[in-house]
């Protein structure tokens, strides 16, 4: 089940430098309201409903946690920063910069502010030919019809050239080099929502730890002493079934995958954990058990103060999680950066997450994006 929505929109300018408007349109987007995933070729096309100068158009799909009436509220925005000025005058009239939402997921929404799918959208060449560039796997809710079949059924004689080809902001970061990434982090950094939300955007396959499934979890935080070697066996004997079976599925040459952990952490905690005899036996076994698992083209670890790890803990409301103390994620957080320094052969990107939330801020996320731009180009 996808975490985040897809949203279709449509673009268009017939004022000023077009090209430049659609471009900053596109960037504003982006920077906004959610990831721009794909972007359609540039077109030409004789305004619609009205005599005018033509317009530039291009369709665009992003991925976004918004609500549909929120994605207006933000497309609003962004076209009166743009410098569109609407006015009372009944009609269509020329404008810098035009945004309609076309589609969002495959919902049908008819408020007084909003209709989705735009109720004219089959009707209109310069609508349908940019979003077919998309190669959406996206059915009009209502008409039953792809894309492709709308295009073959329009009456729209209206001619639509392309200009030219657009870049789409992912494509400056080749996050697909990596075959194998993995994003880690201590209890409540977010690690598995980052990870989710990267595979989608970057149609990724994923692994993502079973860490709900372990019997012992509840039990480990009312009596540490007494369950916390069973608890450390039961997560490496998981993990590593987990990550042999997941990644004997793929192909590590070919697909590009995400993982929210990488088996190392079983060390990490059991160290904090165990007694010293206990650790030395984990560690004999672990040791036969990493020799095998493949390691991670890039290792990223998020890196939040416990004060920040603590609220986070106390929102997503897991009851066993809620007496976590202080001082064990601050050994966790050491934990893992003692493994990071002594891991010379590692490729790893650390990333302070502390005062960003990249679920609610798009520009949280897209800092985390540029950070790993940045280790790629290096």
């Known amino acids: 089940m996808k975490s985040q929505h897809q949203v279709v929109l449509s673009l268009g300018s017939n004022q000023g430098n077009r090209s430049e408007n659609i471009d900053n349109c596109i960037a504003l ?94 009707d209109r060449n310069f609508v349908l030919l940019p979003v077919d560039d998309l190669n959406l796997d996206w059915k009009h809710p209502i008409l039953k019809k792809t894309i492709l079949e709308l295009v073959q059924l329009s009456k729209d004689t209206s001619i639509c050239n392309v200009i030219q080809d657009l870049e789409s902001p992912l494509q400056r970061i080749a996050l697909e080099q990596f075959n194998y990434v993995a994003f880690e ?22 692994v993502l730890e079973r860490f709900a499934d372990n019997p012992f979890l509840p039990k480990f935080y009312k009596d540490q002493n007494r369950y916390a070697f069973p608890l450390e066996m039961s997560f490496l004997a998981d993990r590593y079934q987990q990550l042999s079976d997941d990644l004997a599925q793929f192909d590590l040459f070919k697909d590009f995958i995400v993982a929210d952990y990488h088996i190392f952490k079983s060390l990490i905690f059991a160290k904090i954990t165990l007694a010293d005899d206990e650790y030395r036996l984990y560690r004999n076994l672990f040791d036969i058990i990493y020799k095998e698992m493949p390691k991670p083209d890039l290792y990223v670890y998020l890196y939040q103060n416990s004060e920040r790890l603590l609220q986070n803990i106390k929102r997503r409301g897991r009851s066993y999680e809620q007496e976590i103390p202080a001082d064990y994620l601050d050994k966790i957080n050491s934990g893992y950066l003692d493994y990071i320094k002594s891991q010379t052969e590692l490729n790893v990107l650390i990333i302070d997450v502390s005062n960003r939330d990249f679920v609610k801020n798009q520009e949280d996320y897209l800092y985390i994006l540029n950070e790993i731009e940045k280790k790629i180009s290096r």
Not at 106 to 117: A, H, R
Request: charged share 20%.
């Open 185 to 206: 982090g201590n209890i409540g950094a977010g690690k598995t929502t980052l990870a989710t939300k990267i595979a989608e955007d970057f149609n990724a396959k994923t």
């Open 29 to 122: 987007i982006h920077q906004n309201i959610g990831t721009v995933i794909k972007v359609s070729k540039l077109y030409e096309s004789p305004a619609w409903g009205f005599d005018s100068d033509a317009f530039y158009n291009c369709a665009l799909m992003l991925h976004t946690a918004s609500s549909a009436h929120k994605v207006l509220t933000q497309v609003l925005k962004i076209e009166k920063i743009l410098g569109r000025v609407r006015s009372n005058i009944f009609g269509y009239q020329s404008r810098v910069i035009d945004i309609d939402i076309i589609a969002f997921d495959e919902e049908i929404i008819n408020s007084d502010k909003l209709q989705v799918p735009h109720p004219l959208m089959q």
